[in-house]
């Protein structure tokens, strides 16, 4: 082992050696080699490398083969592929070489483990060439005079090594430059190739591993030639309708070699090329008219060429050029069909003629105009209608019977074969059978039964099914002989409705219908359900069928999904064709949850959920509560109302007790000038034992008058003025010296009182008489010693009633007492009434209207007073009517109406039987 220092020492050693000037390579001098160096190798093959080490490292540093490793690429090879041959030289073998990457390094380990590299080489692993295949050559013409050679080759398997091509070629006596290829290994172009002579042609590959060649190819360049392809190709029409000609220049001269050419042609729009036969072809030109095309259409042609014998290769094609034929009389009359719709009149029909636009290649032009005939099979002897039309229907009204028309297409050249129409009068052929419909490669597919009758064609009508506009209808004619056609233009996921048509020489079958689908898709949308009608335990659903738009497809059935809140789903399957479903056996006063689902041959679509609550009583259930109760409550309702009316007056007393209402006084509206007439024999009682009923007296002080307002004091100032301007007369409120007693009998008070009574208090009543049988009762006015006050608004409702007629009865009644001569009135009555009442103008302030009724009553300690009263009215009376006849006095002209009247406080007429306010 070596120590610390040996190793600084040896160190320092090698810096020296591989400094030193002595060395072989006059700078650095290794410590030892590899051989082989640097090797290329072949993949798979075995490979022994030594490492051989220089004697004077070993002198100095004591080392040796044995403390050799080997390393490929940083990574150590087992120890078992190495092998010591003496002391310096070691070697490693590898089996496979495949395995093998580079760099393979040549390492020491020295005393104290330290890994020293000694060197290391480059190793390359590949294979040997393969032999080229497939060599061949091509000229090219470049121009007119100018050909190159091109040739390929298959260069064979990847050798992993750098391979050089090279291709060689040479004439019997003359060797050329070898064609070196740029970029690639499978191909080279000799320039300014040579013609008529043999040139011997090969490929020769080399690498470090070997070298191999291909074949030779002998070959004249003349017979490998591609020429250009042929020039300004034009294309003109000829004289006949069918036929183009086609002109063009070759880019070759006939001295090097003759052409043959190629011509191929296409309807404008097609994909699939037509050709012209070679043998029309196989002779050098430079023109062609091509035969058998159809009229008035474009046609596009293309050429090439090659070498006339056929040796060598084609050209490519030369640009396309188009050309139009000219115009031909059409081919065949256009495809006509009917639409019969019943007219306004009866026994006619509106006939909307339609028929489809000839195909090119049928029209043959331009078509001008269509020609329609109409004639009237059902009478020969009608002259035939003809039509001249530009567009591809007509409508015409006819009457009801069988019709034959035609219809001519025309262009410029010529007319069509026409096409025939039988209009019979009914359908009454034998239709088609078994229509069925089925999707085949995005077309559908319509199939029929044909009947057992011959049929000259079929017309199959179809049309796209709408719920927002008309159908829409498309139509086709099929031959006779067919019993299937393919539908084009179908759109996926819409619904169409196809009717087949038989036609017969004579006639025409009805028609056989069917809906049908290209595609099938779930519905855009799910149904939306509402409620009908819900009960107690059973709810009827309702909800409208999905439009055809948004069906998508046939829907098969509709599913309903209901739950409560915290219950399981229930699902029920409904028939597509209903719109109303009942829910039975639900739970009552609960809330449920249910939505609704359509669902065609490819899928479903739920719609928006829908709540309901059931009814907590069914029905009848209520009613048998409400009824009894109602009845209960109408029979106490009734009884109540029995019981009130047999109590009624009590009632009326404690609730609404009757209070005059002055407003609403009579005496407010009667004021006559002279008051009426009295005729009283002197045996005869003024008021007669029970005359008087209920009085009623009211007080009203005199200094009460500054809290009434002005409307109100205005009847008594009107009082007071008729008063005063009827001297002698009486006033009808203080009365005459027949009907007012005397100041005196006021009050039966003191002194003292009568003189307050007097000053401060008025009072005033009107005592009604009941007439006796058919006499007019007589209304005499009367003191009341009252003090009850008066009430503004209440009174009985009998006063409202009858008070106009009992206002008008007195107006009347003293109209026409004063009609009576005033001549006759005796004066001294009055003027002793006048005596009695003048002194009291001042304290006129209130009335109290009383009504005497049959009864007599005397209330309120007012008997005194009525006895007073009498006997000064009876005094009064006697001393007037004795010898005297007493008149009124005459009523002013325009008396006031009683609406006219001021209102106030005024006394009041109280009836018998009335509330006496005590």
Known sequence: ??????????????????????????????????????????????????????????????????????????????????????????????????????????????????????????????????KPKNLSCIVHQISKFTYDMTCTWNPGRHTFLDTEFKLKYRWPEQVFPDCIPKGVNDSCTISDTQFFVN??????????????????????????????SPQNVSVSSG??????????????????????????????GDTSWMEVPSEDTASPRTSFSVQGLRPY??????????????????????????????????????????????????????????????????ANGVILQYEVTVRDKSSPSSPLKKYNVTS???????????????????????????SVLLIPASNSKAPVKNLTTLPKHDKLWVGWTAPNSYVLKYVIEW?????????????????????????????????????????????????????????????????????????????VLTWNHLTVEEQNGFIRNYTILYKTIDGNETVVTVDPSKTEYTLSSLTSDTL???????????????????????????????????????????????????????????????????????SKSNIAQWSPQVPAKHNFNAKDQMYPEGSFTDVSVVEIEADDKKSFSEQDLKPFDLLKKEKSTSEGHSSGIGGSSCMSSPRQSVSDSDEGETTQNTSSTVQYSTVVLNGYRDQTPVQIFSRSESTQPLLDSEERSEDHAGGADSTAQRQQYFRQNGGQDENNTDRPCFERAKQITHGNEGDLV????????????????????????????????????????????????????????????LPQTVRQGGYMPQ
């Open 1 to 130: 082992m070596f120590s610390r220092w040996n190793w600084v020492a040896c160190g320092f050693y090698l810096v020296l050696i591989i400094c030193s000037p002595d060395a072989s390579s006059g700078l650095v001098q290794s410590c030892g080699h590899i051989i082989p160096e640097s090797p290329v190798l072949a993949l798979g093959s075995n490979f022994t490398a030594l490492c051989i080490l220089n004697e004077s490292c070993l002198d100095f540093g004591n080392i040796y083969a044995s403390q050799i490793i080997w390393k490929i690429k940083n990574r150590v090879v087992p120890k078992e592929q190495y092998r010591e041959i003496n002391r310096t030289v070691s070697s490693v073998t590898f089996n496979d070489t495949s395995l093998l990457a580079t760099p393979l390094t040549c390492n020491i380990l020295a005393d104290g483990q330290i890994e020293q590299n000694i060197y290391g080489i480059t190793v390359a692993v590949g294979l040997a060439p393969e």
């Open 199 to 228: 040139t011997e042609i090969w490929v020769e590959a080399e690498n470090a591993l070997g070298k191999a060649e291909s074949d030779r190819l002998v070959v004249d360049p003349v017979d490998i030639v591609k020429p250009l």
């Open 239 to 268: 004289i006949l309708p069918t036929v183009l000609k086609l002109s063009w220049e070759n880019w070759i001269s006939d001295t090097v070699m003759k052409l043959k050419f190629n011509i191929r042609y296409r309807i404008t």
């Open 297 to 362: 259409t474009e046609y596009a042609f293309s050429i090439r060429c090659m070498k006339e014998d056929g040796v060598g290769y084609w050209s490519n094609w030369s640009e396309t050029k188009t050309g139009i034929t000219t115009e031909d009389q059409p081919s065949k009359g256009p495809p006509i069909w009917r639409i019969i719709n019943v007219g306004h009149s009866p026994a006619s029909w509106i006939v909307h003629l339609m028929w489809k636009a000839l195909k090119p290649f049928e």
């Open 392 to 418: 591809t229907n007509h409508t015409l009204q006819l009457p009801e019977g069988t019709y034959e028309v035609t219809l001519v297409a025309r262009n410029s050249v010529g007319a069509s074969p026409p």
């Open 463 to 539: 049309c796209l099914v709408s719920s927002s506009s008309d159908c829409i209808i498309e139509w086709q004619i099929a031959l006779g002989d067919v019993q299937g056609i393919d539908l084009k233009g179908i759109k996926p996921f819409k619904c169409y409705l196809i009717t087949v048509y038989p036609l017969y020489a004579d006639g025409q079958g009805s028609g056989q219908s069917v809906k049908a689908y290209l595609k099938q898709d779930r519905p855009s949308k799910g149904p939306t359900v509402q409620t009908k009608k819900v009960g107690k335990a059973e709810a």
């Open 592 to 662: 449920y949850t249910v939505r609704m689902m359509a669902s065609t041959d490819n899928g479903s679509r739920t719609g928006p959920d829908f709540t309901f609550t059931t009814q907590k009583f069914g029905k009848g259930e209520i009613e048998a509560i409400v009824v009894p109760v109602c009845l209960a409550f109408l029979l106490i309702v009734l009884l109540g109302v029995l019981f009130c009316f047999n109590k009624r007056d009590l009632i009326k007393k404690h609730i609404w007790p009757i209070v005059p209402d002055p």
């Open 846 to 905: 209130g009335f109290v209207q009383l009504q005497v009724s049959g009864q007599s009553s005397q209330p309120l300690g007012l008997g005194m007073e009525k006895n007073t009263q009498e006997a000064a009215l009876s005094n009064v009376l006697q001393t007037c009517t004795e010898g005297q006849t007493v008149r009124p006095e005459t009523v002013e002209k325009n008396p006031l109406s009683v609406d006219d009247m001021p209102k106030s406080y």
